[in-house]
């Protein structure tokens, strides 16, 4: 059974740092597409990076454009986001999701492109 576990979630002040990571089991790392997605209180849930299977391909949600990178280490079956500048509107609930092939066939930001999910880490931003 696949499995995803995400880290690295905590709580920064605003414009500070965090890398989540998600590791996973039971998959082809190198034949699965993967994507961030974050929910927050009352919201619903969003992608915020995706990346094909290779990892040469990212694509990103218009609110974290050149503030957040999404990566993948095919090796080590590890998702990462690098999230920099963080804001107080990133707060949220993050999750990390996979499918099995080299890229999605509608929107990868989509959650019905994904069939494993991970937990979710926690993301809180202060002001």
């Known amino acids: 059974q696949v499995q995803l576990v995400e880290s690295g979630g905590g709580s920064v002040q605003a414009g500070g740092s965090l890398r989540l990571s998600c590791a996973a089991s039971e998959i082809t790392f190198s034949n699965a597409y993967m994507a961030w997605f974050r929910q927050a209180p009352g919201k619903e849930r969003e992608g915020v990076a995706a990346?094909?299977?290779?990892?040469?391909?990212?694509v990103y949600a218009d609110s974290v454009k050149g503030r957040f990178t999404i990566s993948k280490d095919n090796a080590k079956n590890t998702l990462y986001l690098q999230m920099n500048s963080l804001k107080p509107e990133d707060t949220a609930m993050y999750y990390c999701?996979?499918?099995?092939?080299?890229?999605?066939?509608?929107?990868?930001?989509?959650?019905?492109?994904?069939?494993?999910w991970g937990q979710g880490t926690q993301v809180t931003v202060s002001s």
């Open positions: 999701a996979a499918n099995r092939g080299i890229y999605a066939n509608g929107d990868i930001l989509g959650e019905d492109e994904y069939n494993y």
């Open positions: 990346i094909y299977a290779g990892g040469r391909f990212t």
